[in-house]
């Protein structure tokens, strides 16, 4: 600690370019958090399915829906105990930008089938008796400032849930869950009752997805298999898979992301890496007669190697510490993201985790530390009367 203020004064002899290299590395270390945090959520999200559901959905495209009678011939099937229809609607509230997940399903098998779900009494039995009801997540309802009994109005983008008008809603209730029981509950979306859809259109709407629970999860593939062999002769072939798999489906539409965002990651670490070795090794040379009279006081060559180490790893800690702060501001704005912010509004951890901030703090470290070595070598061999002869 009694060479501290050595290591400042020579951070401080350059501020400008002090700065630039740390606001540099707080750049890379904003981007790997942030880009960390979303392969986190994405893949808690993946994992957070019940074992013992299943979605059937038309084989081609999400955007072709099944036949409603498929729902009673899938009910009827040994191994599945209760089934609900859950159709994306697609809808938007007054603006495109107030985008938020809603979709039409049968009330009482939903609740049933979701028990992560949670209603009070009240709210759960006006919503059973509302056809125009609807219940909302805790955290759309602080967005939004609604309360039970709003009105609120929403009109599809989907082709044919468009009738010429907005669909109107009643807020029926306001849910809830046990993080502790079922942790990553989405609570940003909204349900309502497919029958009036299903009426609203015209009865001319067929099942978007089907939930279906089946009475033992290691029968999940055999099940599977059965339902989408029954309808293998049909103008509608089925694809049924488990819940885990079909979250998975619409993160693979971008590839693997998880190898894209770690590949982005790392090459921008290391472009960061290149740039701050070539700093420090432009400021251990701009310093070679300091060097060399520190060796001619008595300072080891050792010593000296370490005290560069010391301000690269300084350097490193600062742009670290200021890139997670960052990251931090950063993805508070991104659960406003369509699409994105869904995803991570069910990650428990939002904000930065623990474990995220500690590996950014561990590569901020690392980068320093490799970025000075070569810098600190160069010192470390370097000769007294050599160094005050470049003067």
């Known amino acids: 600690m009694k060479f501290a203020p050595l290591v400042l004064k020579h951070l401080r002899k350059n501020w400008i370019r002090t700065l630039s290299t740390v606001l540099a590395m707080s750049v890379c270390i904003f981007l790997v958090c942030v880009l960390q945090t979303v ?92 056809v125009r009801g609807a219940i ?41 869950t046990d993080e502790a029981r079922y942790p990553g509950t989405d609570l940003s979306s909204m349900y309502f009752n497919f029958k009036y859809l299903y009426e609203a259109t015209g009865q001319r709407v067929g099942i978007g997805t089907l939930t279906v629970q089946i009475d033992d999860p290691s029968h999940a593939g055999a ?23 079909f979250r998975a489906g619409f993160v693979a539409l971008a590839g693997n992301l998880a190898l894209l965002l770690n590949v982005i990651g790392m090459a921008v670490a290391f472009t960061i890496l290149l740039v701050t070795a070539n700093t420090m090794s432009i400021a251990v040379r701009e310093r070679q007669q300091e060097i060399a009279v520190l060796k001619t006081l008595g300072f080891s060559s050792g010593l000296v190697m370490m005290l560069i180490l010391s301000e690269a790893l300084l350097l490193g800690l600062m742009g670290g510490l200021l890139g997670i702060l960052i990251a931090r501001g950063i993805i508070s704005v991104l659960v406003n993201v369509p699409f994105l912010g869904d995803v991570l509004r069910a990650f428990p951890n939002l904000g930065l985790s623990p474990s995220i901030a500690t590996l950014g703090i561990g590569i901020a470290l690392a980068l320093g ?11 470390y061999r370097a000769r007294i009367t050599e160094a005050l002869r470049q003067v």
Request: charged content about 25%.
């Open 223 to 245: 099940i599977s298999k059965e339902i989408d062999q029954a309808f293998e002769n049909s103008d509608n072939l089925t694809k049924t898979e488990t819940e885990q798999a």
């Open 39 to 130: 392969i986190a959520a994405v893949n808690f999200g993946l994992n957070a399915g019940s074992t013992k559901r299943l979605v059937t959905r038309d084989f081609v495209s999400l955007a072709n829906n099944l036949p409603i009678n498929y729902k009673q011939k899938i009910a009827a099937m040994s191994g599945v105990t209760d089934t609900t229809i859950v159709s994306w609607f697609g809808g938007i509230y007054r603006d495109p930008k107030n985008f938020f997940a809603n979709l039409a399903v049968e009330p009482e098998a939903f609740l049933r089938i979701y028990p992560e779900i949670m209603l009070p009494p009240d709210q759960k039995a006006a919503w059973l008796s509302d």
């Open 136 to 176: 909302i997540g805790r955290k759309l309802a602080e967005r939004f400032g609604w309360k039970v009994g709003d009105e609120i109005q929403l009109e599809s983008f989907i082709p044919p849930y468009r009738v010429g008008k907005p669909f109107d809603f009643v807020v029926d209730g306001i849910y809830d």
């Open 369 to 379: 530390l490799l970025a000075g070595f070569i810098p600190a070598l160069t010192a």
